[in-house]
């Protein structure tokens, strides 16, 4: 039954994925602002809505280290797989200047989590550090919005690609929730599924936290990232990415320190946490150089994925 389960999660998630797309796409070009902002709040905390769960479902059974290997791997994989697999399917183009800006603001919240967890620990202090760092982003990404809404108040909208400017609101607003109730549902149901599989396996819980568990609630930003770059909407692409990855470590963490202590394992500290730091570097050179992400460059980071896998399980 795990096997079927694990396989009804995964449909559910790209179901669910498509429909946050379509959803956040056209909500954008509805209130005219970009999809970038959209795919930076919307999409990001839903598809991110997994790692919160999962990580506060950690604290409360007793295995904290789960939680913190969730989060980290899950920001290593949303780099190297969530943006190399789609890559695949199709070019992704760094065009958008917003993008650069948000990713200085990902880097910072990841320097951020790192100078944190040199204190051995996640506790309510640090919580509310991370905490108040993701409101001021959140903050800074309204005040963006309502910017542009106001420039471009005179300026005739340009097209998007797979959008519908008569879409109706009520089905706006039902892709929107059935994506952001499906995204964690789906998840759920695969993690669990895997999760019983590994251990029947006898995978250690950490291993499992920073592989498998991270993998899985990985899987809602890798579906809407795939629908995204086949609808060739790259902003909301790269945006998901980053905004997941900067509500991971500031929001999912933030949250999880307040509903307990996160000790941080020293194994964390001597690989795994830089690996993600390469790794969101990695990303920096495409969008701060706007480089395309090109078929080759994304079996690049997929390999690259690959290779830290295999070194956490060897």
């Given at each position: 039954m795990d096997f079927i389960y694990a396989v009804a999660g995964l449909v559910l998630l790209l179901v669910a994925g498509d429909m946050l797309v379509r959803g956040a796409v056209n909500l954008s070009l509805r209130l005219g602002i970009p999809a970038l902002i959209v795919s930076l709040t919307v999409v990001a905390f839903g598809t991110s809505a997994p790692e919160l769960l999962v990580s506060v479902s950690a604290i409360f059974d007793g295995v904290p280290g789960l939680a913190?290997?969730?989060?980290?791997?899950?920001?290593?994989?949303?780099?190297l797989l969530v943006l190399g697999i789609p890559a695949l399917i199709s070019t992704l183009h760094v065009i958008d200047n917003s993008t650069r800006a948000s990713y200085l603001q990902m880097i910072g919240a990841t320097v951020l989590f790192i100078l944190l967890a040199m204190r051995g620990q996640f506790d309510w202090i640090a919580g509310i550090?991370?905490?108040?760092?993701?409101?001021?982003?959140?903050?800074?990404?309204?005040?963006?919005?309502?910017?542009?809404?106001?420039?471009?108040r005179d300026v005739e909208e340009e097209e998007v690609e797979g959008a519908d400017p008569d879409m109706p609101w009520t089905k706006i607003i039902g892709f929107l929730v059935a994506g952001l109730i499906g995204l964690p549902l789906g998840a759920d149901l695969l993690v669990d599924a895997s999760t019983n599989i590994a251990r029947a396996f006898g995978v250690s819980e950490t291993v499992i936290g920073l592989t498998l568990v991270a993998l899985g609630t990985s899987l809602p930003e890798l579906a809407t990232t795939v629908m995204a770059a086949l609808r060739k909407q790259a902003d909301v692409a790269f945006g998901n990415v980053i905004g997941s990855n900067m509500f991971n470590l500031l929001g999912i963490i933030g949250v999880s320190s307040?509903?307990?202590?996160?000790?941080?394992?020293?194994?964390?500290?001597?690989?795994?946490?830089?690996?993600?730091?390469?790794?969101?570097?990695?990303l920096g050179v495409f969008v701060l150089k706007r480089i395309d992400i090109t078929r080759l460059w994304g079996i690049v980071l997929s390999a690259l994925?690959?290779?830290?896998?295999?070194?956490v399980l060897s």
């Open positions: 913190l290997g969730n989060v980290i791997g899950s920001n290593t994989a949303n780099v550090v991370l905490l108040v760092a993701l409101f001021s982003m959140i903050g800074h990404a309204i005040y963006q919005a309502r910017c542009h809404r106001v420039a471009q307040l509903v307990g202590t996160l000790p941080v394992d020293a194994e964390l500290m001597d690989f795994d946490i830089w690996v993600m730091l390469v790794s969101s570097m990695i994925y690959v290779l830290y896998v295999l070194a």
